[in-house]
């Protein structure tokens, strides 16, 4: 579904992504993850067209992102970032109905498609009149999805969706996103720094270092086959949040 060839950003003088190339399979979630400054948020806004590369190509679905075809293809991309993202001034309704209103749908199409992704994140519809002051933190979080899933995207991009909830709070987010992602079969990348959230969520794991990929694949092969010396720090590094859980399967 998105392929990256030797992609690469930098911001002044630091590099933020070295030569990057990464395929990204249809229909399946795929996990960056690694420490901060790694560059795997840039890599996100990249397949956003937030900002563009310095060298390399990108592509959707086989066709390439350029500055000609952003908007356009940016349709094609749903994205949440942490806390939600969600405009102040406008309800939870506003919010989630905002690309849809701007495009001109029917307003039966936009009411149905709104109550349509209430159900399906789990979000009661009494709380669309409210504003996001008057809204939990979860709350926000499903307006967030709610907005990114409002033209059907072709892909879900996630950007530690989770990271500021407490962790009752995000542990109830997380079985119904990984329910959602499901249901929905869409590509989805997320962005985390959480091993434990990776292993939950990702049929295939990146794991980055210093703007480059060290290792991908399935979770397990962290574990039984590591790239270098860096897999295994990192794992070990995180090793107390994962104790709970044991090795995963």
């Given at each position: 579904m998105l392929e990256l060839r030797g992609v690469s950003k930098r911001f002044g003088a630091e590099p933020a992504l070295e030569a990057v190339?990464?395929?990204?399979?249809?229909?399946?979630?795929?996990?960056?993850?690694?420490?901060?400054?790694?560059?795997?948020?840039?890599?996100?806004?990249?397949?956003?067209?937030?900002?563009?590369?310095?060298?390399?190509?990108?592509?959707?679905?086989?066709e390439r992102l350029t500055g000609d075809n952003v908007v356009a293809m940016r349709r094609r991309l749903g994205y949440?970032?942490?806390?939600?993202?969600?405009?102040?001034?406008?309800?939870?309704r506003g919010n989630a109905a905002l690309m849809a209103e701007y495009l001109g749908w029917p307003s039966e199409r936009v009411e149905a498609r709104i109550r349509e992704l209430a159900e399906l994140t789990r979000f009661p519809i009494a709380g669309l009149s409210r504003f996001p002051s008057q809204l939990s933190g979860g709350q926000c979080q499903r307006v967030g999805l709610m907005r990114a899933l409002m033209l059907d995207p072709d892909v879900l991009l996630l950007d530690e969706p989770l990271a500021a909830l407490d962790p009752m709070i995000r542990s109830d987010l997380q079985a119904d996103l990984?329910?959602?992602?499901?249901?929905?079969?869409?590509?989805?990348?997320?962005?985390?720094?959480?091993?434990?959230?990776?292993?939950?969520?990702?049929?295939?794991?990146?794991?980055?270092?210093?703007?480059?990929v060290v290792q991908q694949g399935a979770f397990a092969a962290l574990f039984d086959r590591p790239a270098d010396a860096f897999v295994t720090q990192f794992i070990n590094a995180q090793r107390s949040p994962l104790s709970g859980a044991g090795r995963p399967a």
């Open positions: 190339d990464l395929d990204i399979a249809a229909a399946r979630t795929t996990v960056l993850i690694g420490p901060s400054g790694c560059g795997k948020s840039t890599l996100l806004r990249l397949l956003i067209g937030l900002v563009t590369p310095d060298t390399g190509t990108i592509r959707l679905g086989g949440v970032i942490q806390d939600g993202g969600l405009f102040p001034h406008l309800t939870a990984r329910e959602i992602f499901r249901t929905l079969g869409k590509t989805v990348v997320l962005v985390t720094h959480d091993l434990g959230e990776a292993a939950f969520f990702g049929d295939t794991i990146v794991l980055m270092r210093a703007g480059s």
